[in-house]
């Protein structure tokens, strides 16, 4: 039997500024063998698989009486994106048959020159019907730790963008060792989407799984526990609970998304993260810029669904008399404008409605942002009525609590199947019209979980992502160019080239406080919220609300940010539930985030010295900068991490953070800090304080529920 390689290749990858020495991976098969290995030197992954779930069974790639390896040579067989450093491209073909009522199911996996990954796909093809309900694009039962697994952490990423994943101890996988019970129930832990990592952040070596497309289905990577050694793991193209089901007809094909694993060695974890957002980006965008919204304030978080005209009124002089010169511009109209969910009629508390309260705010000088749900609709609208073969038809109802603040907005609603050819052009043209007759700046675009769910769909040919994308972009191309769009409660993935930004966490306040309780107009019941110590004790459960929850959500989200959307963090507070230090937490956070600046309270009822905070030019300056902090000790164990470090062409800037109760001493070393040399000028930018390093050390106390942000400059 012949055996087939491509050749270990030895390269230079520059990140953060660093020469790095990397490997190309080495891809090992026989001729008419299903199975396959890749390796990068000393590191293997051995006896690779392929699965397909026909008729809810599933079928292995060795099932397959006939098997078939090929190599492809040359640019013109390069199925990712092209990087600059980019060599020679090999694409190794598995091609399978024999096994009905499949015609072939194909692999390729592609090998790049000057790159540590390879990108694995799959192409299934029908020879009579039958119904599809996934594809483990890659499964291997021992994937080796990086030395002792107490030294190793697993990340792991949820399928809804504003939801955090978890960041783990792989023995935690362990059911034996770890046995939570939440409402009595053992709890389930939840395989990651989208990305994972596999690292150990003291010896920097980091295996990286991500899709690098979105279009079926979300991309799955399910790991399980093997032993002190190694860990196992399947990379699964399927819906989120596996209940929906493709059809195909005879001779039909489905393209599986794209997938790239790599091994990272010598290099900091968070920059390899990093790294796999930028590669994710690159593929997923399709080289559609983003544009960012100037600094704003938004209605929901005080005002919720009672939003009225005079309030937004208040809000936007307030707005134009108090913040305006230090560069904040955009009044963001939220939901509740309308009568009734899934309707745009516009309510009784708009007597002049949205048009003339558009124009008011642009000739203040304002910018006017608002609010929409494309996908949903109201149930007892006439011309939905006429139409139910437009409404999505889910397999099950979620059960929504009545002090869920995320999904309490989708009772009574009911949500449009994009995958009826009736559903995109009639949104396209209703949104036109809404943006030609209120002409905003910016858009939120919100609720899309409904459209996602399982469910009979008109075209049982079609995924949920499948028509979630087709409408999305249908409207997109139907509105101008440079119109900025936000997209909040949706997936990572899914059209995602269409939006600037994507909201990265959930709403961390119960809103709406303010108008429902006029005698605490500055209220947004927001919390601090409480650390949880070490990452064990976060593995099940969201954890509390407020900032800390917040604080997590970003920790975990830096690798999107300008590389898949600009990151969208829901708005900060400086409301008096906040002391002093906790506001400056929060604002501190949005400004290192580089993304959406906007503020949440009803400003005109909260001290001027609060104000102050948000009007903070050096805080605002930082934000546009665009540039995300990372949080350099994320994969070290902690359930939040203390030190960020955003760098600059000029400075590096660091927040280093007291979350706890107690207030604490604490020393920095050059080491922890991620520094190479001492020579720097520092500054405490809150305070101005000049501060210094002592024999490399930094030394300061901390109150409980505060941060330093310290200016390093050469």
Same mark, same amino acid.
């Given at each position: 039997?012949? =055996?087939?390689?491509?050749?270990?290749?030895?390269?230079?990858?520059?990140?953060?500024?660093?020469?790095?020495?990397?490997?190309?991976?080495?891809?090992?098969?026989?001729?008419?063998?299903?199975?396959?290995? %890749?390796?990068?030197?000393?590191?293997?992954?051995?006896?690779?698989?392929?699965?397909?779930?026909?008729?809810?069974? $599933?079928?292995?790639?060795?099932?397959?009486?006939?098997?078939?390896?090929?190599?492809?040579?040359?640019?013109?067989?390069?199925?990712?994106? !092209?990087?600059?450093?980019?060599?020679?491209?090999?694409?190794?073909?598995?091609?399978?048959?024999? *096994?009905?009522?499949?015609?072939?199911?194909?692999?390729?996996?592609?090998?790049? /020159?000057?790159?540590?990954?390879?990108?694995?796909?799959?192409?299934?093809?029908?020879?009579?019907?039958?119904?599809?309900?996934?594809?483990?694009?890659?499964?291997?039962?021992?994937?080796?730790?990086?030395?002792?697994?107490?030294?190793?952490? =697993?990340?792991?990423?949820?399928?809804?963008?504003?939801?955090?994943?978890?960041?783990?101890?792989?023995?935690?996988?362990?059911?034996?060792?770890?046995?939570?019970?939440?409402?009595?129930?053992?709890?389930?832990?939840?395989?990651?989407? $989208?990305?994972? +990592?596999?690292?150990n952040d003291s010896a920097n070596q980091t295996l990286v799984g991500a899709a690098i497309e979105g /279009?079926?289905?979300?991309? &799955?990577?399910?790991?399980?526990?093997?032993?002190?050694?190694?860990?196992?793991?399947?990379?699964?193209?399927?819906?989120?609970?596996? @209940?929906?089901?493709?059809?195909? *007809?005879?001779?039909?094909?489905?393209?599986?998304?794209?997938? !790239? =694993?790599?091994?990272?060695?010598?290099? *900091?974890?968070?920059?390899? %993260?990093?790294?796999?957002? *930028?590669? !994710?980006?690159?593929?997923?965008?399709?080289?559609?810029?983003?544009?960012?919204?100037?600094?704003?304030?938004?209605?929901?978080? &005080?005002?919720?669904?009672?939003?009225? /005209?005079?309030?937004?009124? /208040?809000?936007?002089?307030?707005?134009?008399?108090?913040?305006?010169?230090?560069? $904040?511009?955009?009044?963001?109209?939220?939901?509740?404008?309308?009568?009734?969910?899934?309707?745009?009629?516009? #309510? #009784?508390?708009?007597?002049?409605?949205?048009?003339?309260?558009?124009?008011?705010?642009?000739?203040?000088? =304002?910018?006017?942002?608002?609010?929409?749900?494309?996908?949903?609709?109201?149930?007892?609208?006439?011309?939905?009525?006429?139409?139910?073969?437009?409404?999505?038809?889910?397999?099950?109802?979620?059960?929504?609590?009545?002090?869920?603040?995320?999904?309490?907005?989708?009772?009574?609603?009911?949500?449009?199947?994009?995958?009826?050819?009736?559903?995109?052009?009639?949104?396209?043209?209703q949104f036109r019209t809404m943006v030609e007759a209120y002409k905003p700046v910016f858009m939120k $675009?919100?609720?899309?979980?409904?459209?996602?769910?399982?469910?009979?769909?008109?075209?049982?040919?079609?995924?949920?992502?499948?028509?979630?994308?087709?409408?999305?972009?249908?409207?997109?191309?139907?509105?101008?160019?440079?119109?900025?769009?936000?997209?909040?409660?949706?997936? +990572?993935?899914?059209?995602?080239?269409?939006?600037?930004?994507?909201?990265?966490?959930?709403?961390?306040?119960?809103?709406?406080?303010?108008?429902?309780?006029?005698?605490?107009?500055?209220?947004?019941?927001?919390?601090?919220?409480?650390?949880?110590?070490?990452?064990?004790?976060?593995?099940?459960?969201?954890?509390?609300?407020?900032?800390?929850?917040?604080?997590?959500?970003?920790?975990?989200?830096?690798?999107?940010?300008?590389?898949?959307?600009?990151?969208?963090?829901?708005?900060?507070?400086?409301?008096?539930?906040?002391?002093?230090?906790?506001?400056?937490?929060?604002?501190?956070?949005?400004?290192?985030?580089?993304?959406?600046?906007?503020?949440?309270?009803?400003?005109?009822?909260?001290?001027?010295?609060?104000?102050?905070?948000?009007?903070?030019?050096?805080?605002?300056?930082?934000?546009?900068?665009?540039?995300?902090?990372?949080?350099?000790?994320?994969?070290?164990?902690?359930?939040?991490?203390?030190?960020?470090?955003?760098?600059?062409?000029?400075?590096?800037?660091?927040?280093?953070? #007291?979350? %706890?109760?107690?207030?604490?001493?604490?020393?920095?070393?050059?080491?922890?800090?991620?520094?190479?040399?001492?020579?720097?000028?520092?500054?405490?930018?809150?305070?101005?304080?000049? !501060?210094?390093?002592?024999?490399? @050390? +930094?030394?300061?106390?901390?109150?409980?529920?505060?941060?330093?942000?310290?200016?390093?400059?050469?």
């Amino acid at each position: 039997m012949k =055996l087939r390689s491509l050749k270990l290749i030895s390269l230079f990858v520059i990140l953060g500024g660093s020469c790095l020495s990397q490997v190309t991976p080495t891809i090992v098969h026989t001729a008419d063998q299903a199975t396959y290995a %890749l390796g990068w030197k000393e590191y293997k992954l051995e006896n690779l698989g392929l699965e397909v779930l026909v008729d809810g069974k $599933w079928v292995k790639a060795t099932d397959f009486p006939i098997a078939s390896w090929s190599m492809k040579t040359g640019e013109v067989n390069r199925i990712s994106r !092209m990087d600059p450093s980019d060599g020679a491209v090999g694409l190794h073909e598995l091609t399978l048959s024999g *096994r009905s009522p499949l015609k072939t199911l194909i692999l390729q996996v592609e090998v790049v /020159e000057n790159r540590p990954y390879v990108v694995v796909a799959a192409k299934v093809t029908a020879a009579s019907e039958f119904q599809l309900g996934g594809v483990r694009l890659l499964t291997c039962d021992k994937v080796a730790i990086f030395g002792k697994s107490d030294a190793n952490t =697993l990340f792991l990423e949820a399928v809804e963008a504003p939801h955090d994943g978890r960041i783990i101890r792989p023995w935690m996988l362990d059911p034996t060792r770890y046995n939570v019970e939440t409402n009595g129930k053992q709890a389930k832990l939840d395989p990651s989407f $989208w990305v994972t +990592l596999l690292t150990n952040d003291s010896a920097n070596q980091t295996l990286v799984g991500a899709a690098i497309e979105g /279009e079926l289905w979300p991309t &799955s990577f399910k790991w399980n526990w093997q032993d002190e050694t190694c860990v196992g793991l399947k990379i699964i193209s399927s819906s989120v609970t596996g @209940r929906e089901k493709v059809f195909m *007809r005879k001779d039909a094909s489905v393209n599986v998304d794209k997938v !790239m =694993l790599g091994l990272w060695s010598n290099i *900091r974890p968070t920059q390899v %993260l990093a790294e796999a957002g *930028r590669i !994710m980006g690159k593929n997923v965008r399709r080289d559609k810029p983003m544009k960012q919204p100037l600094p704003g304030w938004s209605s929901w978080h &005080s005002a919720a669904r009672d939003v009225s /005209e005079k309030g937004i009124m /208040e809000s936007a002089k307030f707005v134009r008399a108090n913040m305006y010169d230090s560069g $904040w511009k955009m009044i963001q109209l939220d939901g509740g404008w309308w009568t009734t969910q899934g309707s745009y009629t516009v #309510n #009784n508390d708009f007597p002049h409605g949205i048009r003339w309260l558009a124009d008011e705010i642009r000739g203040m000088g =304002l910018e006017f942002g608002l609010h929409v749900s494309p996908f949903r609709a109201n149930p007892n609208d006439p011309f939905i009525k006429a139409h139910p073969a437009w409404v999505l038809k889910p397999y099950a109802r979620k059960r929504v609590r009545k002090d869920d603040d995320e999904m309490i907005t989708t009772i009574g609603g009911v949500y449009l199947d994009g995958s009826n050819p009736e559903v995109a052009p009639f949104l396209a043209g209703q949104f036109r019209t809404m943006v030609e007759a209120y002409k905003p700046v910016f858009m939120k $675009w919100d609720h899309h979980y409904g459209t996602l769910e399982e469910g009979a769909r008109f075209d049982p040919t079609m995924t949920g992502l499948q028509a979630h994308n087709k409408v999305v972009r249908m409207i997109r191309a139907a509105l101008p160019e440079d119109l900025i769009i936000t997209r909040s409660m949706g997936w +990572l993935y899914g059209a995602i080239e269409c939006y600037d930004a994507i909201r990265i966490g959930n709403d961390i306040n119960h809103p709406g406080l303010g108008e429902r309780h006029p005698d605490k107009p500055n209220s947004t019941n927001m919390t601090y919220g409480k650390t949880l110590g070490p990452i064990e004790n976060v593995y099940f459960g969201k954890g509390d609300k407020g900032l800390i929850r917040f604080a997590r959500s970003v920790a975990q989200n830096y690798y999107i940010h300008r590389n898949i959307a600009i990151n969208d963090p829901d708005a900060f507070f400086v409301t008096e539930q906040y002391t002093e230090d906790e506001a400056k937490c929060h604002i501190t956070l949005q400004a290192i985030m580089g993304g959406i600046y906007f503020v949440g309270d009803l400003l005109q009822h909260v001290p001027a010295e609060r104000v102050a905070l948000a009007t903070n030019k050096d805080l605002m300056a930082i934000n546009q900068e665009l540039t995300h902090a990372v949080p350099i000790d994320i994969f070290k164990g902690p359930d939040i991490p203390r030190i960020w470090k955003l760098e600059l062409k000029d400075r590096v800037i660091y927040a280093l953070y #007291n979350w %706890l109760d107690a207030p604490v001493k604490s020393t920095y070393t050059l080491a922890d800090l991620e520094l190479a040399s001492a020579d720097y000028k520092l500054k405490e930018i809150w305070s101005g304080e000049q !501060m210094k390093l002592t024999d490399g @050390r +930094l030394t300061f106390d901390e109150k409980p529920h505060s941060v330093r942000f310290i200016e390093f400059r050469k």
